[in-house]
């Protein structure tokens, strides 16, 4: 099998497909191999680049046959998509990972390392935490507006909700005893992502970049944080690459010579594009209280004419920018006019 060049793995939960091309893209190799051999399976193949699509597991696989010799290409999924033939089935699968990865444009994940993938897991597990716990705050909130009990928005009053249910006389033990489970459940959450928190302080102080970073306006510990452990600046061309990977540039809809720009396209990573979402928010609410002189030229032409909504999204693709260049420069950025915001 000396003209293989390229095998492309559609992975699952038992049994994994492969597809294998040579040069030509003429297949060469068609087979089914179960998890437990696929380690001696490729040992036997001779070294070749190894497409999968960028999901589940594929880190580990990565991982695994790079040990082995081989060269690994992650495919992101929404790339591998357009690839794959009517009726769709993991041969099928397997064979448009393989013509996706033989692409010259393509665009690959880059590999990441067990202690990338570790501190990333906390970030995320974090985020999932707090999704949680705001689950449980609206259940809350939803089941004592029932009973006619109404509280002040927001996580830091979930306390004086839950002490106005237990003021009202009227609620049944068993509401009462639900509210209670409730209250139990948001407090073991708080404590979980107080401990989280710590741990992502200390990892941030210890990682130059996310120092760096956390000195742009609007980004905190956790934005920072993350962009220097999921994104490598190198991958970019440029900041406004990054941007649009994060799904902070407009959609475009353009036909026949005419442009039309539509709304930011929302691909990338979803988490990230939140977070600076919500930083450059609290940029523009500290820039805009009565008598804050603090604010750029360029921020204040752009919410004049724009909303606040589209300008904290044009400001966030903004601190994409400049992070990536901070990241590729190995600067830290220059305070200017914007100092003094609250950071995410």
């Not at 690994?72 to 993991?90: A, S």
């Not at 689950?135 to 996580?155: D, Q, S, Y």
């Not at 005893?177 to 708080?190: G, H």
């Not at 510990?221 to 406004?240: C, K, Y």
Request: with cysteine; charged share 20%; proline share 4%.
């Amino acid at each position: 099998m000396s003209d293989l060049t390229l095998v492309g793995i559609d992975t699952s939960k038992a049994v994994f497909t492969v597809h294998g091309i040579d040069a030509a893209g003429r297949p060469v190799l068609r087979t089914s191999v179960r998890r437990g051999q696929m380690i001696t399976f490729f040992r036997k193949l001779p070294l070749t680049t190894v497409a999968l699509e960028a999901c589940g597991s594929s880190y580990y696989w990565a991982r695994e046959l790079t040990a082995l010799g081989h060269t690994v290409r992650l495919v992101p999924t929404q790339y591998v998509k357009p690839y794959v033939k009517r009726g769709k089935n993991d041969r099928n699968d397997a064979e448009a990972i393989c013509e996706a990865a033989r692409r010259p444009g393509m665009h690959f994940v880059p590999l990441k390392t067990l202690a990338q993938q570790a501190d990333g897991m906390v970030l995320k597990v974090r985020d999932t935490l707090v999704g949680q716990r705001t689950a449980l705050i609206n259940t809350a909130r939803g089941h004592a507006a029932e009973f006619g009990v109404i509280a002040a928005k927001g996580a830091a009053k979930v306390a004086e909700l839950f002490s106005a249910v237990e003021q009202q006389p009227d609620i049944p033990l068993v509401a009462g005893e639900m509210f209670v489970l409730l209250r139990q459940q948001i407090d073991d959450i708080n404590a979980r992502i107080a401990e989280l928190d710590a741990k992502l302080h200390a990892t941030h102080k210890a990682h130059p970049v996310s120092q760096r970073l956390a000195t742009i306006p609007g980004v905190g510990p956790i934005t920072a944080l993350t962009l220097a452990i999921e994104i490598d600046a190198a991958q970019f061309e440029s900041g406004r690459h990054l941007a649009a990977w994060t799904g902070l540039t407009p959609t475009e809809h353009s036909t026949g010579g005419k442009q039309r720009m539509g709304g930011i396209s929302r691909a990338g990573n979803e988490r990230l594009r939140r977070l600076l979402v919500a930083g450059a928010t609290s940029v523009i609410r500290v820039a805009t209280r009565p008598g804050n002189q603090q604010m750029t030229e360029w921020l204040r032409a752009l919410l004049a004419r724009k909303p606040r909504k589209l300008a904290a999204v044009a400001l966030a693709n903004k601190m994409a920018r400049i992070a990536w260049a901070l990241m590729k420069s190995g600067e830290t950025y220059r305070r200017g006019a914007t100092t003094g915001v609250a950071k995410a």
